[in-house]
């Protein structure tokens, strides 16, 4: 089998299949990449059975095959002293021939008839919907950072996708905090369904997403997830749903209410979480009189900052984990935000101003004395 | 491998099939037995069984895409974990959790010497033992199934192996290795039913030499007293061996056939009834069992205590003589 193509082009594809490498597998297949070639195009494929990449790109050639190739390809092609590559494969022996310019390498490949293809994707999605790319990854990028990474509770690593008629819910959380995205979209009309994602492989995915205002078409089956977006397939396996019913952990109405400026509570916290200490990072937050204040000691020192928010309620002393708030600070880009208190010991929600779609949710930690 | 070309065990065969082939297999296997019975084979028997695509009667097809996958060490479904040094981790088991939640087809995970396991990993195996995702099996591996946790235990449907007969490892042995009917046999009485063991004896290319060394000992101290020179340069010998514990072992071997002949001069019962050498019925039944006995015990002590294995060996060497001597008069 023979084929010349283009190898920087070649290298990019390879860089976003190697995303789905194993970082060492105890099934040997999988730590290479898989290479086929059938008229149309080349491909490149990679799985770690928890999520898998197929990439396609152009080639000239008129031969069909398939074979596994060391994961070494990828460096091989970063360094290529010229832009267009000759690779030779030997169906027989499995040897790789790859040239160009004055380099010869000559690698040793695998039988991919065994691959386990089974990863990549549902066949039939069961439903399908589309985003622009640089929205979805926003959205998603607007939830991720609560997931949790402890393996405790299996559920809480992923991220919920809760499909209704027109609506996708998405929830993440880690016990300790939780954040809703909701996302309307007349034209479309799902059955009722959820989907747990893991988050781990979500966050691989916003590294390849670009912000682009290209497409991206996401469907699902019961058991895979997948996106479809420019010339690559990203699947993700689902995780077993056996996520907690969280509606009941969202109070209805709150004791007292402020609208802060993002940016100065962003900053006054950066400040306080200096000195925070302790597994917890607390900063001990006191609404008074129109006025919230930031308070940290600790054994290194304290500090105190004033900060002017609009108060509407009860006053509040409570404390927070620093890099809770840091979290959700970063991600907004609005100017102001609204944060719901209820009591000192009830969860802190924060809210846009004028977005119903969004909230984030922070337990407080129990007093320390 | 697959359930029909594994040797022995029917019982076992016949309710483990019976189960896969209704798909009612229990989530957790714990399979026992000594080293060597054939834990392995079977487990991976039973795991192959699970994930096969086209199953015929409750066993491997051993031709679909995932036998295949599994024969290669491919089977992307299949977990398999053994002791990391001595003990099996918490960060082993734990790594592997969040693979048993991914929805998709049966997953197998194979512990082999479960009993292995640290606390903490028999913890974290016990969460998910406690609430089994769907479609994942646990087979365990154990030699002594009371050190697991009672917890796990509790929840594992247990099968303990049997020992094969002799002549089923005498077949086994003449099949897979080639080996002649006459060595073939006298392999399988050393086996003690355990195809695992006799697989080593036929492997291990010092066997005939160690044999023919542990019978001339044998028949050195039975003929009589030795210098206390020869006798400790003896033992400074076998301190140095490597395979100090198989050759004490032939050591009672041959000690045994020479009980066998006082008992019942009965060729049937020896383990290597082509050596007459040891036949001269001069010592005392008694003495025999004593020596047997005396031998055991310098086996136990060398393997479970931390003792200086010349000194020890010394001490075997001359009671062995004392005791000859003792039986002779």
Known sequence: ?369 | MNFKTLTGQDALRRSLTRLVAADRLSHAVLLTGPAGSGKQSWGRALARAVLCREPAGGDACLKCISCRQFGSGNHPDYFFVEPDGRNIKIDQVRSLRPAFHLLGGKKVCLIRQAEAMTAEASSSLLKVLEEPPEGLYFILLAEQAQLLFETILSRCQHYHLQPLSRTEIQGLLMEAKSLSSEKAAMLARLSRGMPGRAYELAEDEQFDSRFEEAETLALSLLSGPDSAYHLLSKAAELAEREDLLPFLDLLCFSLRDCLVMHYCSNDRLLIDPGRPALRQGETAAEGLENIIGLINNTVHELTATNVNRRLLLEKMLILMQRRFAACRK
Not at chain 1, 79 to 107: K, T
């Open chain 1, 1 to 369: 089998m023979q084929l010349t193509t283009s190898s920087s082009q070649l290298y990019d594809c390879l860089e976003i299949a190697e995303k789905a490498l194993p970082v060492r597998s105890t099934v040997p297949m999988i730590n290479s990449i898989l290479f086929e070639v059938d008229e149309k195009a080349l491909i490149l494929s990679s799985t770690n059975l928890e999520m898998a990449i197929r990439v396609k790109m152009e080639y000239q050639g008129s031969e069909r095959g398939k074979i596994l190739l060391p994961p070494k390809i990828v460096d091989i092609m970063r360094y290529f002293p010229v832009s267009e590559v000759n690779i030779n494969i030997n169906l027989d022996n499995y040897r790789i021939d790859i040239s160009g310019g004055s380099a010869h390498f000559n690698l040793n490949g695998a039988d991919a008839q065994d691959y386990p293809t089974a990863a990549f994707g549902p066949i039939t999605p069961e439903a399908s919907f589309q985003f622009k790319q640089e929205r979805f990854k926003k959205n998603l990028r607007s939830v991720i950072f609560a997931a949790s990474a402890e393996e405790t509770r299996p559920a809480f690593n992923g991220i919920l996708f809760s499909f209704d008629d027109q609506k996708i819910k998405l929830t993440a959380s880690d016990t300790y905090r939780l954040v809703i995205k909701e996302i309307q979209n007349q034209s479309w009309s799902f059955e009722s369904r959820k989907c747990l994602v893991p988050a781990r492989v979500m966050r691989e995915f916003l590294r390849i997403i670009e912000e682009s205002d290209r497409e991206v078409s996401i469907g699902f089956d019961s058991k895979t997830m997948a996106f479809n977006f420019d010339s690559i397939n990203f699947t993700s396996r689902l995780l077993e749903e056996k996520y907690p019913d969280v509606s009941g952990v969202i109070p209805g109405s709150y004791k007292s209410r402020i609208v802060i400026d993002r940016r100065m509570f962003e900053e006054v916290v950066s400040r306080a979480a200096l000195l925070a200490e302790g597994k917890n990072q607390a900063v001990n937050l006191v609404l008074n009189n129109n006025q919230l204040e930031a308070k940290v000691s600790g054994q290194e020192g304290s500090m105190e900052e004033l900060m002017p928010v609009e108060q509407d309620g009860e006053d509040i002393n409570l404390h927070v984990n620093t890099r809770f708030i840091l979290d959700i600070l970063k991600i907004l880009e609005e100017k102001r935000i609204i944060i719901d208190f209820h009591g000192n010991d009830g969860p802190l929600v924060f809210r846009l101003v004028d977005d119903q779609s969004y909230l984030y949710l922070v337990l407080p930690i129990k007093k320390m004395n």
